[in-house]
């Protein structure tokens, strides 16, 4: 029992020894680079506008599931005073349920970049009202990737795709629904093209008979798997184009650029994003209801939604697209670089073919139909 | 005397129970709770319902993956600690002691990672035989299904189970294993009569533990194969991450621990019905 | 004729150790060889580009790798000497002494191992709240206690269990305390296992992350952390550096037990 005390102790010691005299813990659902964005860079830059503040810098891990553990860990701290979080850094889902359940703070009146962000996603996340609560970091968008190599012309639509798919047997690789939000995604744009009205999936109302039109999509989809190989994750998609054992498969475009700048993908890479269209989602900045640097935190905020460190950080440093709106970083930005975000998926294409993901409870619907219907 | 000997027993074990209770037993109470209350509340099975619906397919899978890597894993470090503790060689028990270890320091989610890059089609083994000329390029096939968990599951715990069994071969008499050997018997033969059967206990124990741990690891079944279909631990992630199903992923989790404490009582009942013989 | 057979079983066990070499340091060889990749991708068989890169990113002043290891470390011994100062009471009770519903116990050690873990964590998060303990190193090593308990309490029953009655008869007849019979035979004889356990539990507590997430982030963190998101998110450069950089205590240890344990266990044989 001795040993217990003197751990305590020593402990307490650790715990004890102040980093600063403020500290602002951030912790953000994705990927390492995510972690380290506001490691390297928006923390020092905060750090040096604020003397005496310390920015902590934690990842949950990538995909939904890091989401979910910043989630969970405000839940086990409601009885608390205050929250071990300050920002958080989250997907559009666990962002819905969090502001329902009061976890996060309404905040975005005190931060004068929220009004440079107008577009639907700064409100509206998977049907849940959350204008107020949340700022978007960036957006991301779902494609596919094909190595040009292998693949001269690419499939434009989903109906090609399936075609080339069936030519080109297990060339076409996607991580089915439970290795990542990649997969995901191509299977609700799968269900936009071949399950009927794609607009009221993605706009509701919702209506719990909507799912019975999806029979003939799910099963059009488990034939196409017969074709298909199924990966092990986001990174294991990358990862198979990368040794080229796959052509084609669905990717994030910022894992996808990531993935090409750490030279993990041949150069000869492309994106295609296919019609009707896939999903993409923005990651928000957030500020727990319980945090006890709110002001602190809505600063940081401030400054990682500023047009400047948009353009700096965001578009150039890691080519993803801006999450305030792009008129914003006009001037801040060489046209190079604005460009590049732009080389296999032109504005146009974005437009037209990027979607957002389905209502909650339509999105429940796809997985669980997909687990019913096409994975068993 | 016994009674005074149980009330020591209980004394010396209750530190460690108490630790478990508190940060183990009480928690789990509330995943109880949630696997058997139903949507309306109220008790319900609903909960196990849905899971064997959706994922029955998955519960076997994973038996069957743990087991077989179990078994290969039992086999590998019989050879291992046999060959240590009996091998005549010294150079070459020197070079297996030096290396059979390492992927003991390996956490399950490198390992994973490793052998992702490693067994894929055009992965390092693959393009090694290739090189070597052992294959054509044409031969080569992808092992990131099944055969890709096993082998991460054998190449990560059998290090694990060779080492209790080594330490517990090398505390056998030594005496007893030369006589045999005089007498005539083959190495392979004191091996499987003499030794073993003195160390049943610690491989059981090993191979317990192992059967456990890989039940309970999420990393390898995500990352090296695909998801269709696969082991309870990614269904249990997937429910929570996907549904924020706590009922369902909780209800996975009763069946994963039914399945551990049947491996447990296996165990322990050989054990005392040994007990009982002696 | 004996030389050649002789010969031809060397010849064979050779081929088989190489065998198995391949087959175990493939996979480290890929960990290696990416942890200096800077490009890699088909068609090459073999990194493009070789470089320090990304030892130079995990090692970066504002990357805290060097602190996180450190605190990684002493959680894992800190989370040894606890478990171990649990497990060796409670093993040698499980092993020898009359206790009622033994199966019992021993099955309720295994649970913390085989249950999956977030569920208990997020619990376990909410009581350490209110105690006000979440985000210590005390907090993290009762976690990681908790957990890697089942393998220093079996693996200790095990090896009490092993150990032979007879030993401990002779002593206590010539005359030793029950006590002092525990120290000087029973317990030496049972340290091999015993101390295997320890590095078991010191490798699991290195590995853990989910508990350390709910109860210890973010005042503290650890290396596992890093590795979790690197690995997760497939950076296969810095999780393999990671990895290889969580090596070294692991090895470290696993070397230090080992000496300390030959000169024990030397000294006793035969006394």
Same mark, same amino acid.
């Given at each position: 029992?001795?040993?217990?005390?003197?751990?305590?102790?020593?402990?307490?010691?650790?715990?004890?020894?102040?980093?600063?005299?403020?500290?602002?813990?951030?912790?953000?659902?994705?990927?390492?680079?995510?972690?380290?964005?506001?490691?390297?860079?928006?923390?020092?830059?905060?750090?040096?506008?604020?003397?005496?503040?310390?920015?902590?810098?934690?990842?949950?891990?990538?995909?939904?599931?890091?989401?979910?553990?910043?989630?969970?860990?405000?839940?086990?701290?409601?009885?608390?005073?205050?929250?071990?979080?300050?920002?958080?850094?989250?997907?559009?889902?666990?962002?819905?349920?969090?502001?329902?359940?009061?976890?996060?703070?309404?905040?975005?009146?005190?931060?004068?970049?929220?009004?440079?962000?107008?577009?639907?996603?700064?409100?509206?996340?998977?049907?849940?009202?959350?204008?107020?609560?949340?700022?978007?970091? %960036?957006?991301?968008?779902?494609?596919?990737?094909?190595?040009?190599?292998?693949?001269?012309?690419?499939?434009?639509?989903?109906?090609?795709?399936?075609?080339?798919?069936?030519?080109?047997?297990?060339?076409?690789?996607?991580?089915?629904?439970?290795?990542?939000?990649?997969?995901?995604?191509?299977?609700?744009?799968?269900?936009?093209?071949?399950?009927?009205?794609?607009?009221?999936?993605?706009?509701?109302?919702?209506?719990?008979?909507?799912?019975?039109?999806?029979?003939?999509?799910?099963?059009?989809?488990?034939?196409?798997?017969?074709?298909?190989?199924?990966?092990?994750?986001?990174?294991?998609?990358?990862?198979?184009?990368?040794?080229?054992?796959?052509?084609?498969?669905?990717?994030?475009?910022?894992?996808?650029?990531?993935?090409?700048?750490?030279?993990?993908?041949?150069?000869?890479?492309?994106?295609?994003?296919?019609?009707?269209?896939?999903?993409?989602?923005?990651?928000?900045?957030?500020?727990? =209801?319980?945090?006890?640097?709110?002001?602190?935190? =809505?600063?940081?905020?401030?400054?990682?939604?500023?047009?400047?460190?948009?353009?700096?950080?965001?578009?150039?440093?890691?080519?993803?697209?801006?999450?305030?709106?792009?008129?914003?970083?006009?001037?801040?930005?060489?046209?190079?670089?604005?460009?590049?975000?732009?080389?296999?998926?032109?504005?146009?294409?974005?437009?037209?073919?990027?979607?957002?993901?389905?209502?909650?409870?339509?999105?429940?619907?796809?997985?669980?139909?997909?687990?019913?219907?096409?994975?068993? | 005397?016994?009674?005074?000997?149980?009330?020591?027993?209980?004394?010396?074990?209750?530190?460690?129970?108490?630790?478990?209770?508190?940060?183990?037993?009480?928690?789990?109470?509330?995943?109880?709770?949630?696997?058997?209350?139903?949507?309306?509340?109220?008790?319900?099975?609903?909960?196990?319902?849905?899971?064997?619906?959706?994922?029955?397919?998955?519960?076997?899978?994973?038996?069957?993956?743990?087991?077989?890597?179990?078994?290969?894993?039992?086999?590998?470090?019989?050879?291992?600690?046999?060959?240590?503790?009996?091998?005549?060689?010294?150079?070459?028990?020197?070079?297996?002691?030096?290396?059979?270890?390492?992927?003991?320091?390996?956490? %399950?989610?490198?390992?994973?990672?490793?052998?992702?890059?490693?067994?894929?089609?055009?992965?390092?083994?693959?393009?090694?035989?290739?090189?070597?000329?052992?294959? =054509?390029?044409?031969?080569?096939?992808?092992?990131?299904?099944?055969?890709?968990?096993?082998?991460?599951?054998?190449?990560?715990?059998?290090?694990?189970?060779?080492?209790?069994?080594?330490?517990?071969?090398?505390?056998?008499?030594?005496?007893?294993?030369?006589?045999?050997?005089?007498?005539?018997?083959?190495?392979?033969?004191?091996?499987?009569?003499?030794?073993?059967?003195?160390?049943?206990?610690?491989?059981?124990?090993?191979?317990?533990?192992?059967?456990?741990?890989?039940?309970?690891?999420?990393?390898?079944?995500?990352?090296?194969?695909?998801?269709?279909?696969?082991?309870?631990?990614?269904?249990?992630?997937?429910?929570?991450?996907?549904?924020?199903?706590?009922?369902?992923?909780?209800?996975?989790?009763?069946?994963?621990?039914?399945?551990?404490?049947?491996?447990?009582?296996?165990?322990?009942?050989?054990?005392?019905?040994?007990?009982?013989?002696? | 004729?004996?030389?050649?057979?002789?010969?031809?079983?060397?010849?064979?066990?050779?081929?088989?150790?190489?065998?198995?070499?391949?087959?175990?340091?493939?996979?480290?060889?890929?960990?290696?060889?990416?942890?200096?990749?800077?490009?890699?991708?088909?068609?090459?068989?073999?990194?493009?580009?070789?470089?320090?890169?990304?030892?130079?990113?995990?090692?970066?002043?504002?990357?805290?790798?060097?602190?996180?290891?450190?605190?990684?470390?002493?959680?894992?011994?800190?989370?040894?000497?606890?478990?171990?100062?649990?497990?060796?009471?409670?093993?040698?009770?499980?092993?020898?002494?009359?206790?009622?519903?033994?199966?019992?116990?021993?099955?309720?050690?295994?649970?913390?191992?085989?249950?999956?873990?977030?569920?208990?964590?997020?619990?376990?998060?909410?009581?350490?709240?209110?105690?006000?303990?979440?985000?210590?190193?005390?907090?993290?090593?009762?976690?990681?206690?908790?957990?890697?308990?089942?393998?220093?309490?079996?693996?200790?029953?095990?090896?009490?269990?092993?150990?032979?009655?007879?030993?401990?008869?002779?002593?206590?007849?010539?005359?030793?305390?029950?006590?002092?019979?525990?120290?000087?035979?029973?317990?030496?004889?049972?340290?091999?296992?015993?101390?295997?356990?320890?590095?078991?539990?010191?490798?699991?507590?290195?590995?853990?992350?989910?508990?350390?997430?709910?109860?210890?982030?973010?005042?503290?963190?650890?290396?596992?952390?890093?590795?979790?998101?690197?690995?997760?998110?497939?950076?296969?450069?810095?999780?393999?550096?990671?990895?290889?950089?969580?090596?070294?205590?692991?090895?470290?240890?696993?070397?230090?037990? =080992?000496?300390?344990?030959?000169?024990?266990?030397?000294?006793?044989?035969?006394?």
């Amino acid at each position: 029992m001795r040993l217990f005390t003197i751990a305590t102790s020593l402990a307490a010691l650790i715990a004890a020894s102040p980093l600063a005299a403020q500290t602002l813990n951030v912790a953000s659902a994705g990927d390492q680079n995510m972690v380290d964005y506001v490691k390297d860079y928006l923390g020092p830059m905060f750090e040096k506008a604020h003397p005496g503040v310390k920015v902590v810098s934690v990842g949950t891990g990538p995909g939904d599931a890091g989401s979910q553990k910043i989630y969970e860990k405000l839940d086990a701290q409601k009885g608390s005073a205050t929250t071990d979080f300050d920002v958080v850094v989250i997907h559009q889902k666990a962002a819905g349920q969090m502001v329902k359940e009061g976890l996060l703070s309404k905040y975005t009146a005190d931060v004068d970049t929220a009004k440079l962000a107008t577009g639907d996603a700064a409100r509206n996340a998977l049907g849940t009202d959350v204008s107020g609560y949340v700022i978007p970091m %960036f957006q991301s968008q779902t494609a596919l990737a094909y190595n040009a190599d292998m693949v001269k012309t690419p499939p434009a639509t989903f109906a090609e795709l399936a075609d080339w798919a069936k030519k080109n047997p297990k060339q076409f690789g996607y991580n089915g629904i439970k290795g990542g939000m990649s997969g995901v995604a191509f299977v609700a744009g799968w269900v936009y093209a071949f399950g009927g009205d794609a607009d009221k999936l993605m706009k509701g109302p919702y209506d719990a008979a909507t799912k019975a039109n999806w029979d003939k999509a799910f099963a059009e989809l488990k034939a196409f798997n017969a074709n298909a190989t199924i990966t092990p994750g986001n990174a294991g998609t990358l990862d198979m184009l990368n040794r080229g054992e796959i052509a084609i498969g669905p990717v994030w475009v910022d894992m996808f650029y990531s993935w090409q700048a750490d030279g993990k993908l041949p150069p000869n890479m492309k994106l295609k994003l296919v019609s009707p269209g896939m999903p993409g989602q923005p990651m928000y900045y957030s500020i727990p =209801e319980k945090s006890a640097q709110k002001k602190l935190a =809505e600063a940081f905020i401030a400054l990682a939604t500023s047009p400047q460190v948009q353009a700096d950080g965001i578009v150039k440093k890691f080519n993803w697209y801006p999450g305030i709106d792009a008129k914003n970083l006009e001037g801040k930005l060489d046209k190079a670089a604005w460009d590049k975000l732009f080389t296999d998926v032109t504005p146009a294409e974005l437009a037209s073919n990027g979607k957002p993901f389905p209502i909650a409870p339509y999105f429940n619907d796809i997985l669980e139909g997909y687990e019913k219907k096409v994975a068993n | 005397m016994s009674i005074s000997q149980r009330q020591l027993a209980l004394l010396l074990i209750a530190p460690g129970l108490a630790l478990v209770a508190a940060l183990f037993l009480y928690p789990l109470s509330f995943s109880l709770i949630s696997a058997f209350t139903g949507p309306q509340g109220g008790v319900s099975l609903d909960a196990f319902r849905k899971a064997w619906e959706l994922y029955s397919r998955d519960m076997l899978f994973t038996v069957v993956i743990v087991l077989a890597s179990c078994l290969f894993t039992g086999l590998a470090a019989i050879i291992i600690a046999g060959t240590l503790t009996l091998g005549e060689n010294r150079w070459i028990v020197g070079t297996l002691k030096a290396l059979y270890r390492w992927p003991l320091f390996i956490p %399950f989610i490198v390992a994973a990672q490793c052998m992702r890059t490693f067994l894929a089609k055009n992965g390092l083994m693959n393009n090694s035989f290739v090189a070597m000329g052992l294959m =054509e390029p044409l031969q080569a096939v992808s092992f990131l299904d099944w055969r890709g968990i096993v082998a991460t599951f054998v190449w990560k715990q059998t290090p694990f189970v060779a080492l209790l069994l080594a330490g517990a071969l090398a505390a056998l008499d030594r005496a007893t294993l030369e006589a045999g050997r005089n007498l005539g018997a083959s190495r392979l033969r004191v091996l499987v009569e003499l030794a073993l059967p003195q160390v049943m206990p610690q491989l059981l124990v090993a191979l317990v533990l192992s059967f456990v741990t890989m039940l309970s690891v999420l990393s390898v079944p995500m990352m090296v194969a695909g998801s269709q279909p696969t082991m309870l631990t990614v269904d249990m992630a997937f429910r929570i991450n996907s549904y924020g199903d706590y009922a369902t992923a909780n209800a996975l989790g009763v069946v994963t621990y039914l399945l551990s404490a049947g491996a447990a009582i296996i165990y322990l009942k050989r054990g005392m019905a040994k007990e009982g013989a002696t | 004729m004996m030389r050649l057979a002789s010969s031809l079983r060397t010849a064979l066990a050779a081929f088989l150790l190489a065998a198995f070499a391949f087959v175990l340091i493939g996979p480290l060889a890929n960990l290696a060889l990416w942890s200096v990749a800077e490009r890699w991708y088909t068609p090459y068989k073999l990194p493009v580009t070789y470089g320090t890169r990304y030892w130079e990113q995990v090692f970066r002043p504002t990357g805290d790798a060097m602190a996180s290891l450190g605190t990684s470390v002493w959680i894992a011994v800190l989370t040894v000497v606890v478990a171990l100062a649990l497990s060796i009471p409670a093993g040698y009770a499980l092993a020898r002494l009359k206790l009622p519903a033994r199966a019992f116990f021993m099955v309720l050690f295994l649970l913390p191992q085989a249950f999956p873990s977030v569920a208990i964590y997020i619990n376990v998060a909410r009581v350490f709240y209110q105690l006000g303990i979440n985000g210590t190193v005390f907090a993290v090593v009762l976690v990681h206690a908790a957990h890697g308990l089942v393998y220093s309490v079996w693996i200790a029953a095990a090896a009490f269990s092993a150990v032979d009655k007879d030993l401990e008869l002779a002593a206590r007849n010539i005359g030793a305390s029950p006590l002092r019979t525990f120290f000087s035979v029973t317990l030496p004889l049972a340290a091999p296992g015993i101390i295997a356990s320890g590095i078991f539990v010191f490798l699991e507590s290195l590995d853990e992350f989910t508990g350390t997430f709910f109860v210890g982030v973010p005042q503290v963190t650890t290396l596992p952390l890093l590795l979790y998101n690197a690995a997760m998110g497939g950076n296969y450069q810095v999780a393999s550096i990671t990895a290889l950089i969580l090596l070294v205590p692991s090895v470290l240890f696993m070397l230090f037990i =080992e000496r300390f344990l030959r000169a024990d266990v030397l000294a006793k044989v035969g006394a």
